[in-house]
């Protein structure tokens, strides 16, 4: 792989700068569980393999964010 590819750069690249304290905030998969589970979706995961029904519960949270529903 060519040096100057961005995939090279971020596997052999260093930070700069210094890590936050305290806890960390999550991750992608721990917002996303704690949405579905509010909208009584068991397993996501399988959900997100079958487009349409990921489109259509996507849609679900982002109409619960814009009520401004807590937890979404």
Known sequence: MEG?????RL?????EG???RGRPRGRWSDGVER???VLGVRSWKQAASERLKWRNMLDQAKAG???GQPGL
């Open 4 to 8: 100057t590819r961005a995939p090279k």
């Open 11 to 15: 596997m052999e690249g260093t930070l």
């Open 65 to 67: 964010q814009a009520l």
């Open 18 to 20: 210094r890590r936050g």
């Open 35 to 37: 949405d579905m589970r």
